[in-house]
């Protein structure tokens, strides 16, 4: 059987793409314009509170030291914190662990002083409308799958009740090894609702062997769904080709990419290793274990978070041809729109695979890129 | 500084004036030893905007690893002429 999800063979590139020659075409050239107005972006992320009123199996926030530090309710607190964070050149914050939605009052004060960011909540409580950021609304399975792992009755439907037809809010489908077919139960009824979906792909807490982890095949398999939606619901999933593709691989972002959080980025220079924090709910930080998803096994991580990150600061390598610059704008774009409230996404304009690009240095400096000979069946590309 | 030193910076500086809308700085006015991260705020998406252009003007290949060396306009001069330099 032929695969149309497979990434084909490519010969050598012998051309030595200009960065002015990808931008020649018109289309490219607006999206590049489009994208790079939202290069000043500093991001920092901030656990709100250690509680939560659901208890999900692979929960990164109860994994590690984190979910023992204590709250500080105090919005004074946190208004200071995020003057001070202005003043070290933060302008966009993800507020997230352990369920932000219990604690409004911090968010409001959070809003008030920095009003680029995003949430990333369960849904299952609504957020007041005069906090203006994205909202993550994490969706993982069907009806039997979200009793079974998040011990939630009803959930969908709770969130659904909550932001139907708000424009806040992205539900963030979590592809487990467990729950792919599961998707085309779900997508039906976010569609029906008018919902916004986009992908995420389960990354392993550090231990974690659960039946949730996944594998060659799942991934494999994940891609290939994520794309066949794509295919089916352009209006109302937030994707791109490059997305399925990056998310998916059998290697991890970290060693696709190299990772810019400063877990893994020893560098201070310049970019996430030197602005970066993720504070816990006391307002306490520390940059040996910063990142967007903390206790993450980083060698699993595939978070739709930490790639928005890892592969958009991998520009440099994705100017080498048509098709890649072209699927790292789809990226970007996707990206955006997904976390910055009021971007909306265009089409995507590279609708094949294509593979991450591997790092260039002077040992290669004739830019001849070696033959890509993976397949979706392989997954050996990456 | 070499009158072609000169050229160079300008040029560069244009570049960078060009590429991140410093709409209040001319090219001839730019202090080419200003500290891009500490002192202009420049990060690294727009520092890598900035490299892929500077590419394309002196056809080059600057490596990802090297950016944290390109602090200002003068690192950036002499980064250049050493690449124009060396023979690949």
Same mark, same amino acid.
């Given at each position: ?85 202005? !003043? ?29 960011? *995003? ?17 993550? &609304? ?74 949730? /982890? ?9 891609? /290939? ?11 109302? &999933? ?10 998916? *691989? ?9 990772? *810019?959080?400063?877990?893994?980025? !020893? ?9 970066? /924090? ?80 591997? !790092? ?23 | ?13 244009? &570049? ?73």
């Amino acid at each position: 059987m032929v695969n149309k999800d497979a990434i084909p063979a490519a010969g050598p590139n012998i051309k030595k793409w200009k960065f002015s020659e990808l931008l020649a075409d018109q289309d490219v050239k607006q999206k590049w314009e489009k994208v790079r107005r939202y290069f000043f972006l500093r991001e920092s992320t901030y656990d709100m509170t250690n509680r939560c009123n659901i208890r999900c199996d692979g929960c990164y926030y109860y994994e590690g030291e984190k979910q023992f530090s204590p709250d500080n309710r105090h919005p004074e607190s946190w208004r200071k914190l995020m003057q001070e964070e202005k !003043k070290r050149g933060i302008n966009y914050i993800v507020l997230a662990g352990a369920e932000p939605s219990l604690v409004p009052e911090l968010l409001e004060v959070c809003y008030s002083e920095i009003p680029i960011g *995003s949430i990333a909540s369960n849904g299952s409580i609504r957020i007041p409308d005069s906090v203006r950021y994205r909202i993550h &609304i994490s969706v993982w399975g069907n009806e039997e799958t979200t009793m079974r792992v998040r011990k939630a009755r009803n959930l969908l439907q709770k969130q659904i009740n909550n932001y139907e037809g708000d424009p806040r809010a992205v539900f963030v489908y979590t592809f487990t090894k467990e729950n792919i077919d599961e998707v085309y139960e779900v997508m039906p009824t976010l569609v029906q609702h008018n919902c916004r979906i986009t992908f995420n792909v389960f990354s392993s807490p550090e231990g974690y062997h659960g039946p949730l /982890r996944h594998d060659e095949a799942s991934l494999l398999k994940s891609r /290939r769904v994520m794309l066949d939606l794509l295919r089916q619901y352009p209006d109302h &999933i937030i994707f791109s080709w490059y997305s399925a593709v990056a998310h998916t *691989s059998s290697t991890g972002l970290h060693s696709l990419f190299g990772c *810019s959080y400063p877990r893994m980025n !020893k560098s201070t220079d310049i970019g996430l290793g030197r602005s970066f /924090r993720q504070y816990r709910s006391d307002l306490s930080w520390d940059r040996s274990i910063a990142c967007c998803v903390p206790d993450t096994d980083c060698e699993d991580c595939r978070h739709y978070a930490a790639g928005s990150a890892v592969v958009t600061a991998r520009l440099h390598r994705h100017v080498t041809d048509p098709d890649t610059f072209q699927s790292w704008l789809d990226y970007v774009d996707t990206y955006l729109a997904v976390w910055v409230m009021d971007y909306e996404k265009e089409k995507n304009l590279c609708n094949k695979l294509v593979a991450p690009p591997e !790092k260039q240095n002077s040992l290669s400096e004739a830019f001849i890129t070696p033959p890509r000979h993976n397949t979706l069946e392989s997954g050996k590309f990456a | 500084m070499s009158a072609e030193d000169r050229t160079m910076i300008v040029r560069i500086a244009e &570049i960078v004036i060009d590429e991140l809308k410093l709409q209040d700085i001319t090219p001839e006015a730019f202090d080419p030893g200003l500290d891009f991260v500490d002192e202009l705020g420049i990060d690294s998406m727009d520092l890598a905007t900035v490299v892929l252009v500077l590419q394309d003007e002196y056809s080059i290949t600057i490596d990802e690893d090297d950016y944290p060396k390109l602090r200002n306009i003068r690192l950036i001069a002499d980064y250049i002429t050493q690449k124009i330099n060396t023979p690949a």
